[in-house]
Structures are given as structure tokens and as C-alpha cells.
């Protein structure tokens, strides 16, 4: 249901109340019919369903399966290591989670909690959850809007939409009807809507929608239908649990297969098949990834991004295309004047928002004296109704109090040293002629020292109807046509530049305030221009967006020309890129739209539903879409993206709770930053997956040799389940935790964004894991035989899996093991890169974790307690060589590989992205 476009008296009837308001019995009535005036709020952290949801990922899945199985095989101690690890790996998944939930309760802020109305022709005040469609709502300067009202009286009436719309500048609101029909939210201009903001001026309002059919409301609503997509570190563990199962199942079944064969017991080859699965499953891989993430979660906090779930913090480095809202994150929502025209010439000013930090420039020199501006900023503070608020208390920054723009005038005059505060006790304002939609101007009358001066602004044009003079360096000038003219096409000029520019002028006046006497013989001051500005650091951070391959597209609620001009400041635009509008976005069909974002372009003027159609078409087109914004219009495209990104300060409630990420400073640059901690979490994450596969495919082929050896020599199983178990989960833990901090590499942001179907284990690294797979295990192979035969073991014996000769020899194999993952640990640093050109020291962790490692295997190897619940022995220096000698074998292979592979010619692993 429309009301912008119906008459007064039509709503009144259709709604069934007056200007006086309903009855408190009807609207008792509506408010238990319609319920309360209240967005549905987010269900509150759910313990038990997070609990739960740590259990569902396969490979813990699996491990819990392997944990079953063990329990039934009487293996209790297996079991219960396996449990451990399972419930430590939840309990940091669940930790986080709990956090980041904790950290959004505490930003609930957004709706008004009490509304003024009217009923039974009287002034209440109410709860806002208790107003109804029919109430008569009271609208002042300063008031948050309890729901969508069709305005039927106005007084200057102005209202911040930025939250909604996106629009950055306060929208002049009327009560007239508005005839066009299918017009968007920011041209309904006789429509306030929940949530917004008033800034200037009152009015009464018929409430024509609450609660969830409120724009608002409609928004939150299509937020919530929206299914949240996995992240693609998700997809690819899912990805590994689901190989890691084949392969188990396909091994297993086929060594049951064989040894049922050849005659072997089922029960028998089912445990030797357990054991086999026991290998194959990356015990380890769950709880170092968790922690990895959960470290990298740590790190971006202290860079000023908050991240809600552990698995967005990799999904960042896989960005390729970001869609950012202009306000509020390209820019800061904070009017400011960056231009002036004064005295014959243009001033730039220097500084961002409503910090007074700053400086004015004739060209490129410091102005370091302001007195022939003198009376410019006297009238830009004093024909003012706004007020800046300093720092104080948990708010760390400058707030203001009133309409942005006439805040914007208070912080450039008080960068010249013109405070009001102080100036209002020696200027006592007299009269006020307010600001005028028709005549375009204000003027107030200020007494200083007996005399009377009239002080004026708005309009350039209409301002300086009133005049007759102009001031240029302190001198008086008659204002001619011609020069009235060339003002007039310098005000063109700056609002091409997307400017909002207002005029100034001056006068001494008598005792007789009447329009007639006052509104004449001005003295024309100058002019300055306003806006949005980008953000100090964003120009640096787009390019580097750009150097990484990363696209940026504005999509905005804000007119085209003010999204193109701050876009062409930062580098995203230039005169040429392509502005679409909501209006013409719903003409376009998908193909069309599909070849249109495979370049840059600004979508100007659009609904949430717009946005979420961009994301949407972007996903299918094979990107992985990063989506930021701070409003209430931005949530469901937040959530939609792969990755949503909402601003801490400026954001509303919705979009935070939509997100993925938090920017706690609002910068766009802490995205950038982001991207690079999320691409080096990404190698590193490959590194430490190659690092615990290697040592996998070892124990996988130490265990199948066996097993083929065993049938035709009757070798017993060269190492046992619980030993598997402590390399998985003991020895390798530290390295594997150790390679996920690893120093980005050279480079890592001038590369372009890994394909969306690029696995990390590929063909390229299964060839690796399986030839040093090959390695491990006929090292381990090898000594394991060469000590059997030196304790008098002959071939086609059958080993006594109790004697301290099967001990010597399984301690041989799981401490050769250990000791090729050790050097294996430093070949996981680089793929290519002579591990002899690295830096080995910049990292210390690993030096210290492969330390720890090796210290923890000679403990289990020395101490009684170990050897009796591991089934180990000591082993003599000779023999600790002899394992040493062998391991190091993995490392030497490396460096000839990694040489011949630096002296190679190797295709790029993605398309070449094309940036213009």
C-alpha cells in the first residue's frame, strides 16, 4: 500500500482516524491485532545449538566414527585421545562464536524507544513499540521516527535517510501528494520512515505502517530469507573430509578384500583396516585449523576488524570483487566544506568530518592569516542553528547537534579559530528570519557592541539578490551583473564537482526588523562548498585493491554524480565509467547485467532488493563478492555476499548482525588489510595442510608396505594406532600451529585472487605427497626391517608383537616419522623457494615447535611412564644418527625439486584479470 501519492482526507478515511488521532480503545484494539511496533529481533546466542553445530563438520564427524570404533575394538586409550581432541577443537569454535555474539548484543541501538503522538485530541507520550497505523506522530529536530508516516504538516521540515536510503545530505521533506507512481523510498519526499533521523524543523504525521511492513521491517524481513552461503574454507575442508573418507573407505575395503583372500581372519583384517583408517583421518587438522583461524582472528582485531565467525576470516584473500556503499564507508557521513571562494580566489581546506583539525590553502601554500575572511566565518557561525559536541565519555569522537551542513560551516570556521560558544556570548542573537524552501536563504540579526548586523545565507544566486556590494580583501566593490554572473558560473563549477554550495553575505541594520528594511543592500561575502568527503587513507587503498585484482563497484542510494565525483577522487571512476540507476537496473535483464559487472560501474539510486540482485548475479558469475555498507538498506546484500563487511561506529544494528566482519574504526582501508591477512592465512593455511598430509601419506604407505610385506614375510604392523595418534595429534601440532604464522611472502598483494574452484590439494600437491609419502616410508621401512634382522629376526618368522625386539623396531618407525616431519616442517615453508634463501629466523615459532617436538619424542622414547603406555624403548645415539641421517633425506629431495621448479616456467594457476 502507496500513501505518498493519496490526499490527506483519503488516508484519514482509509485508516479510520483524524487529525486529532485514534481513540485509546481502538488503538488498543490495533496495537493486539497488528502486535507491537518492533522489528523481530535476532534470536539471542543459542548455546546448545552452537555446542552442536562444532559436531556437524565431516571431519570431526569421522574422527567421532573412528572414536566409536576404536571404543568397540577395546582400543580405550585411542578413543579417548581422539575425544579430547574433538571436544578441544568445539570448545575454541564455540568460544569464539559466544564472543563475537556478546560483542553485537552490546551494539543494540537502533530503535526509538518512546514516540510522542496524539489521541483523543491530546499530546501523549508512549512507548514506541505501542504506536499503531492511524496515530498522529509528533515530528521535532533531534527525534528518532518510531515508523513510516505520511507527513501532514511540515515546518522546514528535514530528515537524515542516510541509514536507509544512503543518501548523505538531510532530504527537505513536504506534506504535498506526489502524483508518480513506483517511485523509490529516497523520492518519496511527503514519506518519514522508521529508524530515520530528524535534523532540522517539526511536523505532525499520520503513521501509515509499523512494526515488520515498515520499509525497515521489509528489509529485516528479506534479510532473513536470505540462506548464508558457505565460506570457501567451509567448502574445502568439506572438500578434504569427503577425500579423506573415500580414501579411507576404498583402502579399507580393500584390504579387508585382499587379506580375506588370502585367508587372513575378518575380524582380523577389520582392525588392521581400523588402523589403516586411523592413519588416513588428519586427527590434527581440525584443531590446528580452528586455532589458526582463531589466531588470525586475534590478529585482524588488533588492525580494527572484528570477525564474527572463524571460517570468514580465509574467505577475504579470496575476494575478487568488493561492492561498497559510498556513505559512511567510502566517505565518513560527515559533512565538511573542502572549498571557498573568497576574495577573488578559491581556498582549499584541508581535514575530514567534524574533527576542527585542519588548514586552508591558496593553491598548494598555507594561508597562515585569515583576517580578510574574517566576516565570511563570522556569518557562517552566527546564521546558524547547529552545535558541535566534543569527546566526551565512551564517545571518542566529535558529534553534532542539528543539520549536518550547517555543522560542516562550524567545524571550517572553528579551523579558523571561530568558535560559537564562545562568539554567541558577545553576538546575542536578536531576530531570525528562518530558511525558506521558497526564498532559499536564513538570516539571523546579531547585536555587537550596540550595533545590529544582519547576517545571511543560502542559495548563491539568492543571496545575492539581496546584495549590492561585495567584499574582496577587506574592501568594498560594487557587485555588478557581470560579476554577479561569474559567481553564479563558479557555482556551477563547484557543483560539478558534486559541492553543495551555500552563499554568505552581510549587513548593519536598524531597529526595525521587518522584512521590507532588512531583506536589501547585502554585502556579498563569498562562498563555500560542502560534502561527503572520501576518506583520508581510501585513494591508497583502492589501489592497492586494484594492484591485488580486486574490482570495486559502488552501489549507493546517492544521486550518480555525487557517487561518480567521490569515486573519480579515490581512483575507482573516471568520466567515462558507466552510472546506472535503480530505475534502469529494473529494464536490464540478467545477460545484460552479466556483461555490464565484468567492468567497473556505479549503481546509483537503488533498493536493497537492487543490491541483493547485483550480489546474487556477481556469485553466479563465479566471484566471491565482498559487500560492505553501514545501513539498514545494506543487510541483505551483508548477508548474501561471501563476505559481508559493516562498519562498527557508523553502522546500524541490522547490518552489523548481517555481517561477517565488523570494521571497529570504519575504514575501508582495514579491508585491504584484511584481504592481505586473509591471502597469507590462506598460504599458510596450504602450508601447514601439505605439512600434516605428508606426514599422513608416510603413515598411510608405512602401514600398506607393511601390510603387503607382512602377507609374504609375515612382518607384524610396523607402528602402532596410538603412536599414529601421538604423531597426528602430539608431535605435529606445534609445527602445523607454528607454519599458520608465517610472515606474508613477497609479493602477496600483487597477485591476482585464487580461482574459485582452486583446490587446495590438487594434482600438483598430491604428486608432492605422495613421492615424499614414498620417502618417509621406505625410510621408516627400512630401519624398521634392519632392526628386526639385527635382534635375529628372519624373514617368514612370525614377530612377537610383545617382545622388546617388536618394541625396539615400532619406536624406530614412529621416531623416524617424527624426525622426517621435523625437516619436513622447514620444506612446508616455501614451494618453490630454497628453504637456504629464506629467512629461517623470521619466523621463531617454527625453530622453537620443531625444538619442543623433538624434545617431546625423546621423552616418549626415555621416560617409563611413556614407554609403558606407548609401547616404546630407548634408543641409543647411534641409532638417534642413523634415524637423523635418513629423515634428512626429505629435505635434500626438496631442494633438488624446488631447483629444478625455480628454473621452470610455470602457468599461472589463474586467468589474467583485466583491469582498466
Not at 566482519?661 to 570504519?666: E, Q, R, V, Y
Request: a neutral charge; charged letters at 25%.
Amino acid at each position: 500500500m502507496t500513501y505518498y501519492n493519496k490526499h490527506i482526507n483519503e488516508i484519514f478515511t482509509e485508516l479510520s482516524t483524524s487529525e486529532h488521532g485514534l481513540g485509546k480503545r481502538e488503538a488498543n484494539r490495533r496495537l493486539k491485532s497488528n502486535g507491537p511496533n518492533e522489528i523481530a529481533k535476532k534470536k539471542q546466542f543459542d548455546i546448545l545449538k552452537s555446542i552442536f553445530s562444532q559436531f556437524t563438520d565431516l571431519l570431526i564427524v569421522i574422527l567421532l566414527i573412528a572414536a566409536i570404533i576404536s571404543l568397540l575394538l577395546g582400543e580405550r586409550t585411542d578413543a579417548i585421545v581422539i575425544i579430547i581432541i574433538v571436544a578441544i577443537n568445539s570448545l575454541i569454535g564455540f568460544l569464539q562464536e559466544f564472543k563475537a555474539s556478546k560483542s553485537i548484543e552490546a551494539l543494540q541501538k537502533l530503535v526509538t524507544p518512546t514516540a510522542r503522538i496524539i489521541r483523543d485530541g491530546k499530546e501523549i507520550e508512549v512507548s514506541a513499540k505501542d504506536v499503531v497505523t492511524g496515530d498522529i506522530v509528533i515530528l521535532e529536530e533531534g527525534d528518532k521516527i518510531p515508523a513510516d508516516a505520511r507527513i501532514i504538516q511540515e515546518n522546514e521540515l528535514r530528515t537524515d535517510e542516510s541509514s536507509l536510503t544512503g543518501e548523505s545530505i538531510p532530504q527537505r521533506k513536504q506534506a504535498n501528494i506526489i502524483s508518480k507512481q513506483d517511485i523509490v523510498c529516497a523520492d518519496q519526499k511527503n514519506m518519514v520512515f522508521m529508524g530515520t533521523n530528524i535534523t532540522h524543523g517539526n511536523g505532525h504525521a499520520i503513521v501509515t505502517a509499523t512494526g515488520k511492513e515498515t520499509e525497515f521491517g521489509k528489509i529485516a524481513s528479506l534479510t532473513k530469507e536470505i540462506q548464508e552461503e558457505k565460506s570457501p574454507l567451509q567448502k574445502e575442508v568439506a572438500y578434504i573430509g569427503k577425500f579423506t573418507a573415500k580414501a579411507t573407505a576404498i583402502i579399507g575395503f580393500l584390504v579387508i578384500l585382499t587379506g580375506l583372500f588370502i585367508g587372513e581372519g575378518f575380524f582380523k583384517m577389520f582392525f588392521f583396516a581400523v588402523s589403516l583408517a586411523i592413519a588416513v583421518v588428519p586427527e590434527g587438522l581440525p584443531t590446528t585449523l580452528t586455532i589458526s583461524l582463531a589466531i588470525g582472528v586475534q590478529r585482524m582485531a588488533k588492525k580494527n576488524a572484528i570477525i564474527r565467525k572463524l571460517q570468514s576470516v580465509e574467505t577475504l584473500g579470496s575476494t575478487t570483487v568488493i561492492c561498497s556503499d559510498k556513505t559512511g564507508t567510502l566517505t565518513k557521513n560527515e559533512m565538511t566544506v573542502v572549498k571557498i571562494f573568497a576574495n577573488n580566489k578559491f581556498i582549499r581546506v584541508s581535514g575530514v568530518g567534524y574533527e576542527p583539525k585542519g588548514d586552508f590553502f591558496d593553491e598548494n601554500k598555507k594561508i597562515e592569516s585569515i583576517k580578510n575572511y574574517e566576516a565570511l566565518f563570522k556569518t557562517a557561525v552566527l546564521c546558524n542553528n547547529a552545535a558541535l559536541s566534543e569527546p566526551e565519555g565512551n564517545r571518542t569522537t566529535w558529534g553534532i547537534i542539528g543539520d549536518p551542513t550547517e555543522a560542516a560551516l562550524l567545524v571550517a570556521a572553528k579551523k579558523a579559530g571561530f568558535d560559537k560558544n564562545e562568539m554567541m556570548d558577545d553576538y546575542k542573537r536578536l531576530h531570525e528570519m528562518p530558511f525558506d524552501s521558497e526564498k532559499k536563504w536564513m538570516i539571523t540579526i546579531n547585536e555587537y557592541k550596540g550595533k545590529n548586523h544582519a547576517y545571511l545565507k543560502g542559495a548563491p544566486g539568492e543571496v545575492m539578490d539581496l546584495c549590492d556590494k561585495i567584499m574582496i580583501n577587506g574592501k568594498l566593490h560594487r557587485l555588478t551583473k557581470r560579476l554577479r554572473e561569474e559567481i553564479i558560473e563558479l557555482e556551477t563549477s563547484m557543483g560539478s564537482e558534486a559541492l553543495r554550495v551555500l552563499g554568505f553575505a552581510y549587513r548593519e541594520v536598524d531597529d526595525d526588523f521587518s522584512h521590507r528594511n532588512v531583506e536589501k543592500e547585502f554585502v556579498f561575502l563569498g562562498m563555500m562548498g560542502m560534502m561527503d568527503p572520501p576518506r583520508p587513507d581510501v585513494k591508497e587503498a583502492v589501489k592497492q585493491c586494484m594492484d591485488a585484482g580486486i574490482r570495486i563497484n559502488i552501489i549507493t542510494g546517492d544521486f550518480g554524480e555525487t557517487a561518480r565525483a567521490i569515486a573519480k577522487q579515490v581512483g575507482i571512476a573516471d568520466d567515462n565509467t558507466q552510472v546506472i540507476t535503480g530505475e534502469e537496473l529494473e529494464k536490464i535483464d540478467e545477460t545484460r547485467l552479466t556483461e555490464i559487472l565484468k567492468n567497473e560501474v556505479i549503481f546509483a539510486r537503488v533498493s536493497p532488493e537492487h543490491k541483493l540482485r547485483i550480489v546474487t548475479v556477481l556469485q553466479e558469475m563465479g566471484e566471491v563478492v565482498a559487500v560492505t555498507g553501514d545501513g539498514v538498506n545494506d543487510a541483505p546484500s551483508l548477508k548474501k555476499a561471501d563476505i559481508g563487511v559493516a562498519m562498527g561506529i557508523s553502522g546500524t544494528d541490522v547490518s552489523r548482525e548481517s555481517s561477517d566482519m565488523i570494521l571497529s574504526d570504519d575504514s575501508f582501508t582495514t579491508i585491504i588489510s584484511a584481504v592481505e591477512h586473509g591471502r597469507r592465512i590462506y598460504d599458510n593455511l596450504k602450508k601447514l595442510i601439505f605439512y600434516i598430509f605428508t606426514g599422513i601419506t608416510g603413515e598411510l604407505f608405512t602401514v600398506l608396505f607393511a601390510l603387503i610385506f607382512g602377507f609374504m614375510f609375515k612382518l607384524p604392523l610396523p607402528i602402532l594406532a596410538i603412536q599414529i595418534l601421538l604423531i597426528d595429534l602430539g608431535a605435529e601440532i606445534l609445527p602445523s600451529l607454528a607454519l599458520a604464522l608465517e610472515p606474508e611472502e613477497k609479493g602477496i598483494m600483487q597477485r591476482q585472487p585464487r580461482q574459485k574452484k582452486y583446490r587446495i590439494i590438487n594434482k600438483g600437491m598430491l604428486t608432492r605427497l605422495v613421492v615424499l609419502g614414498w620417502i618417509i616410508s621406505i625410510g621408516a621401512i627400512f630401519l624398521f626391517v634392519k632392526t628386526l634382522i639385527l635382534g635375529g629376526w628372519v624373514p617368514g618368522q612370525i614377530v612377537d608383537t610383545h617382545s622388546a625386539l617388536y618394541a625396539k623396531a615400532t619406536t624406530m618407525v614412529f621416531a623416524t616419522i617424527i624426525i622426517f616431519q621435523m625437516f619436513n616442517a622447514f620444506n612446508s615453508k616455501t614451494q618453490k623457494e630454497s628453504l637456504f634463501k629464506t629467512n629461517i629466523l623470521k619466523n621463531p615459532y617454527l625453530i622453537f615447535s620443531v625444538i619442543l617436538s623433538t624434545l617431546m619424542i625423546f621423552s616418549f622414547t626415555y621416560f617409563s611412564f611413556f614407554n609403558t603406555a606407548l609401547h616404546t624403548t630407548r634408543l641409543t645415539l647411534l641409532e638417534w644418527g642413523q634415524i637423523i641421517l635418513i629423515s634428512s633425506s626429505i629435505l635434500i629431495f626438496e631442494e633438488i625439486r624446488k631447483f629444478f621448479l625455480r628454473n621452470k616456467p610455470v602457468a599461472p594457476l589463474n586467468k589474467p584479470f583485466i583491469n582498466k
